[in-house]
C-alpha cells in the first residue's frame, strides 16, 4: 500500500468519544486528505464529488475550498452545491435521468455539463439548455463491483456515436464521454475494459469529425474499511487500480491527443471511511433458533434506516469503546426497527461482541460516511435519525488547495 489508511484518524475517534449521544461523525481533515492522496495518485485529473454519497454543506465546502468540483443528480443537489461554495462552472449533471424542467432549472442555475444516453434526452437538452456541453455515458457490465449500476444508465457505442452526432446537429457541444464502472468496484479489470470501450469510440467519433475534449471516468473507487459479509476485510486492490488508471490515461491520451482532460467522480472513496456513527447498544439478547439453537443478537439504536442502509452488502467494523479486550460471544447484529431486513446476513455473518454489553453502551460503526445521510429515513418507526455532525473544520484550504481546475 501507497500510505492508503483505512482506519479512522485520531481526530474522528476523539469526536466519537466525545459524542454522548448517537450522531453521524465526518471528519472533514480526513475527507481532505483523502482528496489530496487521489490528486497525488492521479496527478492533473479534475475531481468531481459524487455529491450523493454525502450531501453535507461541510463536506460540500471542505471539497469546493480544495479545488474540487461535484457530480449533481437534480437542481436541488445543484443548488446546495452552489449554496456550499463550489462554482457553477465545476458542477455538472451526472444524471441521464431528468425531467425537461429539471433541465430548464439546472441551466437557470448555471450549469452547462450535461450527462446524456438517449436521443430524447440530448434533444431536450437543445430545448432547455440549448448551446451546453454534453457527454455521453456507455453503458457497463458492473462486473466486479459490489453495487452494478449497469442496466438504467448508459448506452453502447453505436447508439453513443448517434447521440452525440445528434447533440452536434442541434447545436450542443458534444464534448465528452463518461462511464462508471459499478460502486465500490473491486477489481483493476474492470478499469481496463472502460479503457478499452472509451478508446473504441473515441475512434468512431473521430471518423465522424467529433473529437470531445474530455473522459469522465465515473465513481466506483473503493472504500478501504469495509468488511465483507463474512466478517472479513475486503480489501479491495486500489494501488493496481491507480496504475490502470494512470496507465489508461496515457494510452488515450497518446492515441486521442495530450490535450485529452479527464476526471473522476468518487462518491465512496472521498468519505466512507471518514464517516462514523455512534450509535449505542439496544439489547443483547439470547435468543433461540427455530431449531432451538441458542444465539446471540446484539441490537442497535442504528441500522439499517439510519444510515447503515447498505448492510446487506457489507458488514462496517464495530468498536465497543468501553469494553476494551473484554471476552466476545457471536452474534448477529441488528438495527432497532421492526423490519426483518435491519440486520446483517446472520447466515454468513456473526460478529463477536462483549458477552457483557448493557443497554446504552457506546457502539462506534466504522466506515458508513458514504451514502449514510442520503439512505436515512425520516424516522421508520419513530426512531430518529443520527445527527450529523462535522468535525475536523474549519473547511479552508489550508495550504492544500490546487487552484482552480480547468
Ligand atoms: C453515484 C455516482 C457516482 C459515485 O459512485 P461511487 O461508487 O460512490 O464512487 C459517480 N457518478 C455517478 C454518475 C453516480 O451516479
Not at 87 to 95: D, L, M, V, W
Not at 130 to 151: E, I, K, N
Not at 219 to 235: E, I, K, V
Not at 258 to 284: K, N, Q, T
Request: aromatic letters at 6%.
Amino acid at each position: 500500500m501507497t500510505g492508503h489508511t483505512a482506519g479512522p484518524t485520531a481526530r474522528l475517534h476523539a469526536a466519537l468519544a466525545a459524542a454522548t449521544e448517537d450522531s453521524l461523525v465526518v471528519d472533514l481533515s480526513g475527507v481532505a486528505d483523502r482528496c489530496a492522496a487521489l490528486r497525488r495518485e492521479l496527478p492533473g485529473v479534475a475531481i468531481r464529488f459524487a455529491m450523493k454519497a454525502c450531501p453535507l454543506d461541510d463536506v460540500l465546502s471542505c471539497l469546493a475550498a480544495r479545488g474540487v468540483g461535484v457530480d449533481a443528480a437534480s437542481p436541488g443537489e445543484i443548488a446546495q452545491a452552489l449554496h456550499a461554495g463550489v462554482p457553477a462552472g465545476r458542477i455538472h449533471y451526472g444524471n441521464t435521468v431528468k425531467s425537461d424542467s429539471d433541465i430548464a432549472a439546472a441551466h437557470r442555475l448555471g450549469v452547462r455539463d450535461f450527462a446524456t444516453d438517449s436521443l430524447e434526452d440530448v434533444r431536450a437538452l437543445a430545448v432547455h439548455a440549448p448551446g451546453s456541453r454534453v457527454f455521453c455515458r456507455l453503458a457497463t457490465s458492473g462486473q466486479g463491483a459490489l453495487w452494478g449500476l449497469s442496466d438504467k444508465f448508459g448506452c453502447g457505442p453505436d447508439d453513443a456515436v448517434r447521440i452525440m452526432e445528434t447533440a452536434r446537429g442541434l447545436g450542443l457541444t458534444p464534448s465528452g464521454l463518461s462511464l462508471h464502472v459499478g460502486s465500490q468496484q473491486m477489481t483493476a479489470d474492470a478499469y481496463q475494459r472502460a479503457f478499452e470501450q472509451l478508446g473504441d469510440v473515441l475512434t468512431a467519433l473521430r471518423r465522424r469529425g467529433i473529437t470531445p475534449d474530455h473522459v469522465n471516468l465515473g465513481g466506483g473507487l473503493p472504500a478501504l474499511g469495509y468488511l465483507d459479509r463474512h466478517g472479513m476485510p475486503l480489501d479491495p486492490p486500489l494501488d493496481k487500480i491507480f496504475t490502470v488508471l494512470r496507465e489508461g490515461i496515457r494510452a488515450l491520451r497518446r492515441e486521442h491527443g495530450d490535450e485529452l482532460a479527464f476526471l473522476v467522480e468518487p462518491g465512496r472513496h472521498l468519505v466512507a471511511d471518514h464517516g462514523a456513527l455512534r450509535a449505542h447498544v439496544a439489547r443483547l439478547a439470547l435468543r433461540r433458533t427455530p431449531q432451538g439453537e441458542p444465539l446471540h443478537w446484539l441490537y442497535l439504536s442504528c441500522g439499517k434506516f439510519s444510515g447503515l442502509y447498505e448492510m446487506d452488502a457489507v458488514q462496517y467494523p464495530l468498536v465497543f469503546p468501553t469494553h476494551p479486550g473484554a471476552p466476545t460471544v457471536p452474534a448477529v447484529v441488528a438495527g432497532p426497527t421492526c423490519d426483518s431486513d435491519d440486520a446483517y446476513s446472520h447466515e454468513e455473518g456473526l460478529v463477536q461482541v462483549p458477552e457483557n454489553l448493557a443497554s446504552g453502551d457506546p457502539v462506534w460503526v466504522l466506515s458508513c460516511g458514504a451514502y449514510a445521510t442520503s439512505y436515512m429515513t425520516r424516522g421508520f418507526n419513530g426512531f430518529a435519525p443520527p445527527r450529523p455532525v462535522c468535525t475536523g473544520g474549519p473547511a479552508s484550504a489550508g495550504g492544500l488547495g490546487e487552484g482552480p481546475e480547468r
